[in-house]
C-alpha cells in the first residue's frame, strides 16, 4: 500500500483535506501523492510546502505510473477534465471520484469501456482522520481494487461500502453533514455572546459536547433516544430545552436538510445525464 501512487485530479479544498489525512497516517508514501490544477501555481507551491507531496500542471502528471486517480474538481468541471484524462490512461487504471452527484456511470461513460470506477463520498473531517465515507465500486470493479480503495479511505476515517442507490442520502448525510454541526456551533456562539459569555469559551465548551456525545454514541450500547433520557431530567432543564427544540421545529429542521441535500444531489445527476442525452 505504501508503495501506491495516488493522484488527485484537482487541488481544492476537498483534496486537500484527503491529503492530509492520507499524509498524517503515513498510509501512502508522501512522494507517491501526487496533486494537480489547471492553474494556480501559488496553490500548486502551498500544498507541496505543507505536505511533502508532489504538485503539478495536469498536463504534467506521470499518467502511467498512476495506480489511482481521485477525481477532485467541482462536478461542473468533471466532463471537461476526463476528456484529456481517457486519452492519458488505460482501463486498468482506478479512478475514485468524490464528486458529489456524479454517477459512476457518467465517469465510465466519460472515460474507457471498463475502467475502474470507485464512487466515494468522504468529508472534509478528513484533514484530521475523521471523515465518515461512503464507498460505491461500479459492478465491474475487482476485488482487489475495492480493497485498495477501503484501505486508502480508512487512511482519512471510517469507511461504509454502500449501493450507489444510497449515495445521494448518504451524501446528505455525511458529505454535507459537517456544515450542519458548524451551523448549530453558529448559533450556540451566537446564543452564549448575546447573553454575556465570550463566544471563544462557549464554543470548546460547546465542541466538546458533541464530542462527547459523538464519542457516547459510538462506544455504548443504548441507543440515541436512551442516551437523551439519561440526560432528562423530569421537569428539569433539558426538559425544557427539549421542549423549545421540538416547538420550534429542532428534528424536522435536519430531516429536512438531509432530504434537501440528498434531492439536490439527486438533481445534479439528472440534470447531467440530461445533458449526455442532449448530445
Ligand atoms: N467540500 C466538501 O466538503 C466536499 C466536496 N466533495 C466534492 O469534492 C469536489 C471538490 O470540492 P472542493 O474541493 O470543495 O472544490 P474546490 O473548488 O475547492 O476545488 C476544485 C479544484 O479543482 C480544480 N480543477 C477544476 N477543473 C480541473 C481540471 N480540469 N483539472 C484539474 N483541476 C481542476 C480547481 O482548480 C480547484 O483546485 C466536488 O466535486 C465536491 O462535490 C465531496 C465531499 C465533501
Ligand atoms: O456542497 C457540496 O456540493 C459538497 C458535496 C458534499 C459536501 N460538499
Not at 501506491?4 to 508514501?29: C, D, N, P, Q, Y
Not at 461542473?76 to 456524479?102: F, H, N, R
Not at 450542519?180 to 456551533?185: C, D, N
Not at 459510538?218 to 441507543?223: A, D, L
Request: negative net charge.
Amino acid at each position: 500500500m505504501k508503495e501506491l501512487k495516488v493522484a488527485f485530479i484537482g487541488a481544492g479544498s476537498m483534496a486537500e483535506a484527503m491529503i492530509s489525512g492520507i499524509v498524517e497516517s503515513g498510509t501512502v508514501k508522501k512522494e507517491n501523492i501526487y496533486v494537480t490544477n489547471r492553474s494556480n501555481l501559488n496553490r500548486r507551491h502551498e500544498l507541496i510546502r505543507k505536505y511533502g507531496i508532489k504538485a503539478m500542471h495536469t498536463e504534467e502528471l506521470p499518467y502511467e505510473e498512476i495506480d489511482a486517480f481521485i477525481l477532485a474538481m467541482k462536478p461542473k468541471d468533471a466532463e471537461k477534465a476526463m476528456k484529456p484524462l481517457k486519452e492519458k490512461i488505460q482501463p486498468e487504471q482506478t479512478i475514485m471520484s468524490v464528486l458529489a452527484g456524479i454517477s459512476n456511470h457518467f465517469i465510465e461513460a466519460c472515460l474507457h469501456s471498463g475502467q475502474q470506477v470507485i464512487r466515494v463520498m468522504p468529508n472534509t473531517s478528513s484533514m484530521i482522520g475523521e471523515s465518515a465515507t461512503a464507498l460505491s465500486p461500479s459492478p465491474n470493479v475487482s476485488m482487489e481494487n475495492v480493497w485498495m480503495a477501503e484501505e486508502l479511505m480508512a487512511a482519512i476515517g471510517k469507511v461504509f461500502v454502500i449501493k450507489e442507490s444510497q449515495m445521494d442520502l448518504f451524501t446528505g448525510i455525511a458529505g454535507s453533514g459537517p456544515a450542519y454541526f458548524y451551523y448549530l456551533m453558529e448559533s450556540i456562539e451566537k446564543t452564549a455572546e448575546e447573553n454575556g459569555m465570550d463566544p471563544e469559551m462557549a464554543r470548546k465548551a460547546g465542541a466538546q459536547t458533541i464530542l462527547g456525545a459523538a464519542k457516547m454514541m459510538m462506544s455504548r450500547e443504548e441507543t440515541p433516544s436512551q442516551l437523551r433520557e439519561n440526560v432528562t431530567s423530569p421537569n428539569g432543564t433539558t426538559a425544557a430545552g427539549l421542549e423549545a427544540l421540538k416547538f420550534n421545529g429542532g428534528g424536522h429542521a435536519i430531516s429536512q436538510a438531509i432530504l434537501s441535500a440528498a434531492e439536490r444531489s439527486k438533481e445534479m445527476s439528472e440534470q447531467l445525464q440530461e445533458a449526455i442525452l442532449v448530445k
